[in-house]
């Protein structure tokens, strides 16, 4: 047995607990205001001690939710939350805060290998129009090195009638701001924490725009001093694998693979573009990550299947 269970506040969020340790919320019919693009987040996330890795709602960036899926730049819309970035203006808040709104589960199950969610999305302007149908699947599933590791699939369905290019700031004129896809922002004690690659460690600006198939930041904890690990990998059959990196650990501690980080996806009107990651949670420090590599690695090459 595992001991992955859930619990479901229906209408509301999806809670999944490791015995007595709750490891995440996914919170999928938030009630945020518009100006945030509500959307599905995870929050709170934990290692399998308990430690706390996620930060939701920073007053910084207010848009920031824990683990998300977070777009900024879909056409002339956004659905990350809040300004807009416009080339030759900077940042402008605009009308055009979408909305990704939950409509149905296809999946809810939990047994000796671990649990799954999967359910139906709408993507929808400020004013309303339909933008793009998703189906979105989330695992969560133990490891024997004492981590977790949960994916994350979504495929994306074009039903705007016209073509939907995907980008970032970066693609609209902001140099170095590739931001958009799977975010997430790390707690505030892991500010100036380090991030891990294959070719070694070191900080945000060191890393930020360079291609990675994965990456990890070690934190630290308040309290107790303790050290937490986060691993994101990327899928190889993701457009633009290996991806760009919008990394943060100055400032603020964040990991995003982003696959429009320079470069726009196109997804034609009736088609769909499909997306996958693997995240791995520890009770470790950088000295971890290739165990914990290994484990991601085999639970992302089994979800779904």
């Known amino acids: 047995m595992t001991g992955l269970r ?63 899926w977070s777009l900024p730049v879909v056409n002339d819309q956004n659905f990350w939350g809040g300004p807009t970035y416009i080339r030759g203006e900077g940042y402008v808040q605009l009308p055009n805060n979408g909305t990704q709104a939950h409509r149905a589960f296809t999946e809810l199950t939990q047994d000796d290998d671990g649990v799954a969610i999967e359910h139906e999305l709408d993507w929808t302007t400020q004013a ?104 994101m990998l990327d899928d190889a059959a993701n457009p633009h694998h290996p991806p760009q990196w919008f990394a943060r650990s100055e400032e603020y501690a964040a990991l995003n693979p982003a696959p429009f980080f320079s470069e726009e996806v196109v997804i034609r009107a009736g088609e769909s573009a499909a997306f996958r990651y693997g995240v791995g949670i520890a009770d470790a420090d950088a000295g971890g990550a290739q165990d914990l590599l290994g484990s991601v690695r085999r639970v992302l090459a089994g979800a779904g299947s």
């Open 6 to 68: 859930m619990t479901h506040e229906i209408g509301r969020e999806i809670a999944v607990r490791d015995g007595e340790v709750e490891l995440f919320r996914y919170v999928y019919a938030p009630d945020d205001p518009q100006l945030e693009s509500p959307r599905p987040y995870v929050h709170p996330l934990r290692t399998r001690a308990g430690n706390d890795v996620s930060l939701y709602r920073p007053h910084d960036h207010v848009w920031h939710k824990g683990l998300s």
């Open 128 to 231: 309303g129009g339909a933008y793009m149908a998703e189906v979105r699947r989330i695992e969560a599933h133990l490891s024997d090195a004492g981590s977790w590791v949960m994916t994350f699939a979504t495929t994306l369905e074009n039903v705007s009638g016209g073509p939907i290019a995907l980008g970032s700031p970066t693609t609209k004129g902001r140099e170095n701001a590739g931001y958009g896809g799977l975010f997430w922002r790390g707690l505030r004690s892991f500010t100036d924490g380090t991030l891990v690659t294959a070719a070694g460690t070191g900080s945000g600006g060191d890393v930020r725009g360079q291609r990675h198939e994965w990456m990890a930041f070690e934190g630290r904890q308040d309290a107790t001093d303790a050290t937490s690990l986060v691993l």
